[in-house]
């Protein structure tokens, strides 16, 4: 009997050893939730108190707070700050780490859906297709692009066949480098002058037309009716 006696002592005490050594080395994975995390680092603290250690309930949490991974370490260091990590519970500790948890999770969707939308939106005012910016000007194909004016496939609004003759348009492309294109003709019914406008130096300046100009900017369209066309006014440098 004292034989088999002493030979269990020592399958507990190699045992121990070995889950001593397993505790001390133990980290949360990068892939890991805060309740698996917990789950595993409980069952090897279990372990050890059947093999006749005492493991106390701060050692536990000390433990935890040491090994969590780089996306605690803020919530960990206002814990350590604001807590008595002696008195601190396991479970009041996992309840402020699932927290933190959770709301790390809510802002990496709101992202992923804003990086979705950004990737899957359009250029041109129509349906489809999906934009591709670098430097220059892409081509994309226009197969699957409705014409929000005539609502056929394979063309934007702007490049409508239905639009009237006279539409007056601005293209905007904001990018690496600024690009301009634009293309005017003066709703000219008369060749006379339409109207003037005074200007802030008590100056006058002729308008010859009125039409439309499409702005395109981050990404969309954007059109503003009734501008009027002065030739000789020269923006301020």
Known sequence: MRIK????????RAQLQALRKEFEV???GESETVDEYFARTMAIANKMTTCGERVEQVTVVEKILRSMTPR???VVCSIELSSDVTTLSIDELQSSLIVHEQR???QQIKQEEQALKVTNGGRGRGRGGNSTRGRGRGRQSK????????HKLGHYQSECPNSSENAHYAEFD?????????????????????????????SRMNVMGKGN??????GR??????????PGLKPIS
């Open 5 to 12: 006696f002493q030979g269990s002592t020592k399958v507990k």
């Open 26 to 28: 133990l980290e949360m």
């Open 72 to 74: 605690f370490n803020h």
């Open 104 to 106: 790390v999770k809510g």
């Open 143 to 150: 197969e699957n692009v409705e014409c929000y004016k005539c």
């Open 174 to 202: 904001v990018e690496e480098e600024m690009l301009l294109m634009a293309k005017a003709n003066c709703e000219d019914e008369k060749d006379e002058t339409w109207d003037s406008v005074k200007l802030g130096d008590d």
């Open 213 to 218: 100009v499409k702005l395109y900017i981050n």
């Open 221 to 230: 369209n954007h059109i503003i009716t009734s501008v009027y066309y002065i």
